[in-house]
Nanobody, 124 residues
Framework: QVQLVESGGGLVQAGGSLRLSCSGS????????MGWFRQAPGKERMFVAA????????NFADSVKGRFTISRDNAKNTVYLQMNSLKPEDTAIYYC?????????????????WGQGTQVTVSS
């Protein structure tokens, strides 16, 4: 069992930056791949980024490549999503998730554990 809690969301102007954090507890954090997903109002949940358990492999949605980075600190049981050059279309609830898959999978159905989400709003 893994419990996940996101933080760091908020309101930012277009072009600005935010860093989301996801703290994990329960089973060994370093043994799970972590992912970030987002869901905008009226839309399906979408993959944003993922990082494997060692941090050596990362995966990004095309819409965020070059703007977002993902990292993790296993000593702190935390994964981060650094979001730069934010756009209004990045507005969504952002969720972190954990999976026992060994690769940085972009498929939401492969994630077992989910946080409650944190709201990110980008104003134009």
């Amino acid at each position: 069992q893994v419990q996940l809690v996101e933080s760091g969301g908020g309101l930012v102007q277009a072009g600005g930056s935010l860093r989301l954090s996801c703290s994990g507890s329960g089973r060994s954090f370093s043994s799970v791949t972590m992912g970030w997903f987002r869901q905008a109002p009226g839309k399906e949940r979408m993959f944003v980024a993922a990082i494997n358990k060692s941090g050596g492999s990362r995966n990004f949605a095309d819409s965020v490549k070059g703007r977002f980075t993902i990292s993790r600190d296993n000593a702190k049981n935390t994964v981060y999503l650094q979001m730069n050059s934010l756009k209004p279309e990045d507005t969504a609830i952002y969720y972190c998730a954990a999976t026992e898959k060994i690769w940085a999978t972009p498929y939401g159905h492969e994630y077992t554990y989910w946080g409650q989400g944190t709201q990110v709003t980008v104003s134009s």
